[in-house]
């Protein structure tokens, strides 16, 4: 295609230059490397022509095998595939569609070797699951500190669609072994605290339930402050608040997720978390022009691990008891103070009633404990 091409499919309206050369530039490198006008045409409707070339990296290999061809080479049955599919978030592909490649042959090949040790098919479905939503943000994290870094003003988009598809080239195959040494890491820690109890052993099951002590911390105010401010300065304020919560929760204490405005920590052991706790609202206080105060709760209890997360009655209490904290302070059950009272100063908060919770629930406020001076 050359330039009078581009004009007549409309690619070159609405551009003076030196926009309109660069878009020429970046038009023929496509062309060269195989897009169509169909293509360039949708693509520019769509605002990501500077994207194609990310595409192509992604793209690499041809698509070769339908759903069932895919199953027959691997050794999988073809309604479990599917189901990995849907697990790991992915768009429904119709029977007769060719669009596997030799990469997703690789992966289910690996699948069918977990099945064939002994990991039963609903255990990877549930694998695929967790493996989904973290690579989705993961995804999305990526997308978006890539965008930041690669846009400046004035950029042209032939070299922002270079930038792109140079930073995808060079990161993804970065990320594989990354990936693998970060779940070695976790790993390693949560068996550090794990055990394995005699009925468990007698009974060839682990127990569904494990005594824990579950924290839950949330930014006052977050709602009323994402009416007052740029959308831009609220997606700030969750970043540092992700990263003060990555830097209080150190073993045995675990951030299970963020959920929105807030943070769920669980640790085997009462004292750490309640460290972990004052630690927050330490850190939000020196973040404080771009940090509205914290409130902590914590409480402790039989909760069940799933797929990473924790339910159950703690889990419950603790978000309570963090909706009547007061800003920059910690709120704990009697059974988390009695657990850890020497540790820590404390200060009676009376007791409240809680939504599905029987009876009242006595409450403390921790703080750190002073210091004692040496005698004189």
């Given at each position: 295609?050359?330039?009078?091409?581009?004009?007549?499919a409309g690619l070159l309206e609405g551009l003076d230059e030196p926009a309109r050369e660069a878009r020429?530039?970046?038009?023929?490198?496509?062309?060269?490397?195989?897009?169509?006008?169909?293509?360039?045409?949708?693509?520019?409707?769509?605002?990501?022509?500077?994207?194609?070339?990310?595409?192509?990296?992604?793209?690499?290999?041809?698509?070769?095998?339908?759903?069932?061809?895919?199953?027959?080479?691997?050794?999988?049955?073809?309604?479990?595939?599917?189901?990995?599919?849907?697990?790991?978030?992915?768009?429904?592909?119709?029977?007769?569609?060719?669009?596997?490649?030799?990469?997703?042959?690789?992966?289910?090949?690996?699948?069918?070797?977990?099945?064939?040790?002994?990991?039963?098919?609903?255990?990877?479905?549930?694998?695929?699951?967790?493996?989904?939503?973290?690579?989705?943000?993961?995804?999305?994290?990526?997308?978006?500190?890539?965008?930041?870094?690669?846009?400046?003003?004035?950029?042209?988009?032939?070299?922002?669609?270079?930038?792109?598809?140079?930073?995808?080239?060079?990161?993804?195959?970065?990320?594989?072994?990354?990936?693998?040494?970060?779940?070695?890491?976790?790993?390693?820690?949560?068996?550090?605290?794990?055990?394995?109890?005699?009925?468990?052993?007698?009974?060839?099951?682990?127990?569904?339930?494990?005594?824990?002590?579950?924290?839950?911390?949330?930014?006052?105010?977050?709602?009323?402050?994402?009416?007052?401010?740029?959308?831009?300065?609220?997606?700030?304020?969750?970043?540092?608040?992700?990263?003060?919560?990555?830097?209080?929760?150190?073993?045995?204490?675990?951030?299970?997720?963020?959920?929105?405005?807030?943070?769920?920590?669980?640790?085997?052991?009462?004292?750490?978390?309640?460290?972990?706790?004052?630690?927050?609202?330490?850190?939000?206080?020196?973040?404080?022009?771009?940090?509205?105060?914290?409130?902590?709760?914590?409480?402790?209890?039989?909760?069940?691990?799933?797929?990473?997360?924790?339910?159950?009655?703690?889990?419950?209490?603790?978000?309570?008891?963090?909706?009547?904290?007061?800003?920059?302070?910690?709120?704990?059950?009697?059974?988390?103070?009695?657990?850890?009272?020497?540790?820590?100063?404390?200060?009676?908060?009376?007791?409240?009633?809680?939504?599905?919770?029987?009876?009242?629930?006595?409450?403390?406020?921790?703080?750190?404990?002073?210091?004692?001076?040496?005698?004189?």
């Amino acid at each position: 295609m050359d330039t009078e091409d581009f004009e007549s499919a409309g690619l070159l309206e609405g551009l003076d230059e030196p926009a309109r050369e660069a878009r020429i530039e970046l038009l023929r490198d496509l062309a060269e490397q195989g897009f169509t006008p169909d293509e360039l045409v949708e693509a520019a409707r769509d605002q990501r022509l500077a994207l194609l070339p990310v595409d192509r990296v992604f793209d690499r290999e041809g698509a070769k095998y339908t759903p069932a061809e895919l199953a027959e080479r691997s050794g999988l049955d073809v309604d479990f595939l599917r189901r990995l599919w849907r697990a790991l978030g992915m768009a429904e592909v119709e029977d007769d569609e060719v669009a596997f490649g030799e990469a997703d042959l690789e992966a289910a090949t690996t699948v069918a070797q977990f099945n064939a040790v002994g990991l039963p098919e609903d255990a990877l479905v549930l694998v695929s699951q967790v493996l989904g939503q973290e690579s989705a943000r993961l995804a999305e994290t990526l997308r978006e500190i890539t965008a930041e870094a690669m846009l400046e003003a004035g950029i042209s988009e032939r070299t922002l669609g270079l930038r792109f598809a140079q930073a995808a080239e060079q990161l993804v195959p970065m990320l594989a072994p990354l990936r693998g040494y970060i779940l070695d890491v976790h790993l390693r820690e949560q068996v550090k605290t794990d055990i394995v109890s005699q009925a468990e052993l007698q009974t060839g099951r682990l127990e569904g339930a494990r005594h824990v002590t579950v924290c839950f911390a949330d930014l006052v105010g977050f709602t009323r402050l994402g009416e007052r401010v740029p959308p831009a300065e609220l997606s700030h304020a969750g970043r540092r608040l992700t990263e003060v919560a990555v830097e209080a929760a150190r073993p045995p204490v675990r951030l299970v997720k963020m959920v929105g405005d807030g943070a769920l920590l669980v640790s085997p052991e009462p004292e750490p978390l309640v460290e972990a706790g004052l630690e927050l609202c330490r850190l939000a206080e020196s973040h404080d022009d771009e940090l509205p105060p914290l409130r902590v709760g914590l409480a402790d209890g039989p909760a069940i691990p799933q797929s990473g997360d924790w339910f159950g009655a703690p889990v419950n209490l603790a978000s309570r008891v963090t909706e009547v904290a007061r800003p920059g302070s910690v709120l704990v059950t009697r059974a988390v103070r009695d657990a850890v009272h020497d540790s820590f100063a404390w200060s009676y908060a009376g007791k409240k009633r809680f939504r599905g919770v029987s009876g009242e629930v006595a409450l403390y406020r921790a703080r750190p404990k002073e210091p004692v001076s040496p005698a004189k």
